[in-house]
């Protein structure tokens, strides 16, 4: 079946320093979504990206999704301590399974103050 | 606007117990679907409904049924709970192929 992985698993940085997590899919995709989930929350949808080599811009967050469709990333500019949390990319199954979104295991942001 | 509600927020199950957790959406979504959240695995899906009427299987679904009651509701079922159903459970709701929209979760254990 379709596998969405994300790197890295962990990421620590120091605040006002960039951030960047990775998503890669076995399988092309036709729309890539990032959510972010706070510690105790639910997970929040950031954006979804539809078009290849697309790229969106949400304030300090830049999202890409790749030319192939495989592929995506998301990049924060200087982070801050509100950007705490972990990073989920998701994307679809085909045909009949586009109703099936699979995540990625997510990525997990610390900031140090 | 409630958006997605999901009950009951907590649970303790004892192994071979059988419990329902309930979502309700407020938002006249058609679909809605079931995750499982466990450290370090993601979201991983336990069965969806695309539209009222209809449900499939996702990606874990042993162990597990669901309803979809109407548009707005939508249950998952531990017919007979074992330890590996402790997890913290994600209902969500979309319009579509759309942003997933998602309750508070409900945090399950079972000893």
């Known amino acids: 079946g379709q596998q969405v992985m994300q790197i890295p698993q962990y990421q620590h940085v120091q605040e006002g320093e960039d951030f960047t997590t990775y998503c890669n899919s076995s399988?092309?995709?036709?729309?890539i979504q990032w959510y972010k989930q706070r510690p105790g929350g639910h997970p929040v949808f950031l954006i979804q990206?539809?078009?290849?080599?697309e790229v969106k811009k949400q304030k300090r967050l830049t999202f890409q999704f790749g030319e192939a469709k495989k592929n995506s990333s998301l990049h924060i500019t200087a982070t801050q301590t509100t950007d705490v949390g972990t990073y989920f990319c998701?994307?679809?199954?085909?045909?009949?399974?586009?109703?099936?979104?699979?995540f990625g295991k997510g990525t997990k942001l610390s900031v140090i103050p | 606007n409630a958006g997605v509600t999901q009950t009951p927020k907590f649970q303790v199950l004892k192994t071979g117990q059988s419990m329902t957790l309930q979502c309700a959406q407020d938002?006249?979504?058609?679909?809605m679907y079931w995750y499982r959240q466990d450290p370090g695995m993601g979201l991983r899906l336990i069965y969806y409904?695309?539209?009222?009427?209809?449900?499939d299987k996702g990606e874990v679904p042993n162990g597990y049924n669901v309803s979809r009651l109407n548009k707005r509701e939508f249950s998952l079922r531990l017919e007979s709970a074992a330890p590996s159903q402790t997890s913290v459970y994600f209902c969500?709701?979309?319009?579509?192929?759309?942003?997933?929209?998602f309750g508070e979760g409900s945090r399950l254990t079972v000893l």
């Open positions: 990206l539809v078009k290849s080599g």
């Open positions: 399988t092309t995709l036709s729309n």
């Open positions: 969500a709701s979309s319009q579509g192929h759309g942003e997933l929209f």
């Open positions: 409904s695309a539209s009222e009427g209809t449900t």
């Open positions: 938002m006249n979504h058609n679909s």
């Open positions: 998701a994307g679809p199954g085909s045909g009949a399974g586009s109703y099936q979104l699979t």
